[in-house]
């Protein structure tokens, strides 16, 4: 098992680089399953999410290749309609988009149901209602597997209408609507740059995809998908997250590959709280000289203040003068973290979706657990601002979504490191 160590105290200085979004590649890596063809995907991120996506692809029989660092080529061309093995499958949450790319590609798809970070009760049934608007029977009577099957061996394209809005249910319609027949039109769409990611990629392709972006995203099915070289968008939650580790350092950051557009909620929210952000073309610089002020926060789907960055803007809430309150409107359990942070002196009461935080904290060093992988983060940011040793066990789950962050942050200032016990 491997922890990590921080000594902190030191305000991160410089510039730090910002990797390829997690939730795109693993989008865009399980869509280059309807393309029989290669295709080159770059600006890839190295974390073990990418790495379990391209393990689950190998073994139905994509040729998967490592062309250099954070560029692969992937062939789909011979890939087979049968599962991959259960145990990659549930170490992540995004391998459900292996039903829609089998829906859309060979009419049929079985899966075991995905894992992914413990926010309590994580449906899917927004997802098999849009299959089923496609014309696809699923069965989700089974506890370990979902079976679908289109019921005219081939999708039809219909109008889906989410009831709620979802990121990954949006994203797997579109994958199953692309080689469909006819036009979809997907209604209450989420519109994260992940999802305009992922139909900039497909449209690469050959596919005809309008309105992502938006909450109203059309899809006029086409017969076949070619190859593309395709780069992906910076992670704005990866961006985000350095942002306030250098407001909770009292750093300076000049924070590069950003798309600051992507960054507007978490700007505004660490402007109103007296930290300052200055905007470049494809760069944010981040510095904080006085004390920081108390706000009030809700997360919502893009363009909101996002849910992924709850954690990490607790830890600054705690620094600040005064009280702030931290509704979290998309996972009702997102704040598994506080009893962690607690530890490092944290004053936070949690009653449901909501948080009372209480300023004035300066953290102190301690034992504690990342209990997912932005939690993880958070307790990196404590740690760094904190005086003393601290000590994060669990530290796997960070790394399924930062790209090399303890060498990241070394590079500006920070003293930390991996050790393996
Ligand atoms: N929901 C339903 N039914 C569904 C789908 C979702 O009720 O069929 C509800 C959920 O319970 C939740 C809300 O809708 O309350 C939003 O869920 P969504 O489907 O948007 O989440 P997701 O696709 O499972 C993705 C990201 C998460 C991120 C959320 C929200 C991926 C692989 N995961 O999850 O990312 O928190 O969107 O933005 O893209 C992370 O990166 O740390 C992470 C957890």
């Not at 972006?213 to 992670?235: A, M, R």
């Not at 510095?287 to 809700?298: A, D, P, Q, Y």
């Amino acid at each position: 098992m491997e922890k990590v160590m921080i000594d902190g105290g030191s305000a991160l200085e410089g510039k730090i680089t910002v990797s390829g979004m997690k939730n795109a590649a693993v989008a865009v890596l399980f869509a280059t399953l309807l393309v029989e063809d290669v295709c080159i995907i770059e600006n890839l991120p190295n974390i073990s999410d990418v790495k379990i996506s391209l393990e689950i692809l190998k073994s139905v029989g994509a040729q998967v290749e490592q062309l250099d660092s954070g560029r692969v080529s992937i062939d789909c061309r011979y890939v087979c309609d049968y599962a991959p093995p259960e145990e990659l499958e549930k170490k992540m949450r995004a391998s459900y988009y292996l039903l829609g790319a089998y829906l859309g590609r060979f009419g049929h798809a079985a899966i075991a149901y995905p894992g992914g970070c413990d926010f309590g009760v994580r449906p899917i049934d927004q997802h098999v209602k849009a299959f089923g608007a496609l014309g696809a029977a699923v069965d989700t009577s089974r506890k370990d597997r979902i079976e679908a099957i289109a019921r005219e061996g081939k999708l039809r394209g219909n109008a889906i209408f989410f009831d709620c809005i979802t990121v990954g249910g949006t994203i797997n319609a579109i994958i199953a609507a692309v080689l469909a027949n006819g036009t979809t039109e997907i209604e209450n769409a989420a519109r994260e740059p992940h999802i305009v990611d992922l139909a900039n990629f497909l449209n690469l392709c050959g596919a005809s995809i309008s309105g992502a972006g938006t909450d109203s995203i059309k899809i006029k099915g086409v017969e076949k998908l070619h190859g593309c070289t395709y780069s992906l968008v910076p992670d704005m939650i990866e961006a985000g997250t350095f942002m306030i580790a250098a407001a909770a350092t009292k750093g300076r950051l000049y924070i590069d590959n950003v798309i600051p557009e992507h960054l507007e909620a978490i700007t505004a929210k660490l402007t109103e709280m007296g930290v300052e952000v200055e905007e470049f073309d494809d760069a944010v610089l981040v510095s904080r000289k006085g004390e920081l002020k108390c706000v009030n926060i809700r997360t919502k789907p893009y363009p909101g203040f996002p849910t992924d960055m709850n954690p990490q803007i607790a830890v600054l809430m705690c620094m600040a003068d005064g009280e702030s309150e931290l509704v979290d409107n998309i996972w009702g359990n997102r704040f598994r973290y506080v009893e962690e942070l607690k530890r490092m002196g944290a004053q936070i009461t949690v009653s449901g979706n909501k948080a009372n935080i209480s300023g004035g904290t300066s953290f102190c060093a301690a034992r504690v657990r990342a209990v997912d992988l932005r939690a993880g983060a958070a307790m990196i940011i404590a740690g760094l601002a904190a005086q003393g040793r601290t000590e994060i066990d669990d530290f796997f789950y960070v790394e399924r979504g930062y790209d090399n962050i303890i060498e990241k942050l070394r590079a500006v200032g920070a003293n930390i490191s991996k050790v393996c016990r």
